[in-house]
C-alpha cells in the first residue's frame, strides 16, 4: 500500500470516529470511550506523519512546517475541548471547532502533500506505506503508547 493511500485511509478513520462521537450525547460514557479512540488514533496519526510521512517529503520543507503548525492548532484546540465539561453550553461548539481544525489540516494534507510537490518513485511510496501501517499496528497494540495517550490527555486536560 502506497505512503498516500495510508494517509488517506487513517484520514477517514479520524473523520470516521469525529462523525460517531458527534452522534453521541455529550455526556454519555459511550462518548467518553469513543473519544479516547480518537485519541488514540489522533495520536498515532500524527506519529506516522511526523516521524515517517513528512521526513520524506522534506524538500517541500514550507508545506511541513505548516503542517506542523496545523498539528499544534488541533492538540490545543482539542486541549480546550478536553477542558471543558461536557455539560457546559459551549461543549458542542469546542467540539465543532475540533473537528472542523482537524478536518482541515487532513483536507490540506491531501490538497497539498499527496502527492507532495517533489517527485517520489513508486518503491519509495510502497516501502514508506509499508512502514507506516507497521507502525500503526505497533501503536495500537502498545501498552506504552496507550498509557502515553492517557498521559497527554490528562495533561491537556488540566493545562
Not at 505512503?3 to 453521541?24: P, Q
Not at 471543558?84 to 490540506?108: G, I, M, Q, R
Request: overall charge negative; proline content about 6%; aromatic content about 6%.
Amino acid at each position: 500500500m502506497n505512503a498516500y493511500e495510508v494517509l488517506f485511509e487513517h484520514h477517514k478513520v479520524l473523520r470516521g470516529l469525529c462523525e460517531k462521537i458527534t452522534a453521541i450525547p455529550p455526556e454519555a460514557a459511550e462518548r467518553r470511550d469513543a473519544l479516547d479512540d480518537l485519541l488514540m488514533e489522533l495520536d498515532i496519526h500524527m506519529r506516522i506523519e511526523d516521524d515517517l510521512f513528512y521526513p520524506a517529503v522534506a524538500e517541500a520543507s514550507t508545506l511541513v512546517a505548516i503542517a506542523h503548525a496545523e498539528h499544534r492548532q488541533v492538540w490545543d484546540q482539542l486541549a480546550v475541548l478536553l477542558r471543558t465539561p461536557p455539560a457546559a453550553p459551549e461543549y458542542e461548539n469546542e467540539w465543532h471547532s475540533f473537528v472542523t481544525v482537524l478536518d482541515a489540516h487532513a483536507s490540506e494534507e491531501e490538497r497539498d502533500l499527496c502527492p507532495p510537490p517533489i517527485a517520489l518513485s513508486e518503491r519509495m511510496l510502497d516501502e514508506l506505506g509499508n512502514r507506516m501501517v507497521e507502525r500503526i499496528a505497533h501503536l495500537r497494540r502498545s501498552t506504552v503508547n496507550k498509557l502515553h495517550v492517557r498521559g497527554r490527555k490528562a495533561l491537556l486536560s488540566r493545562l
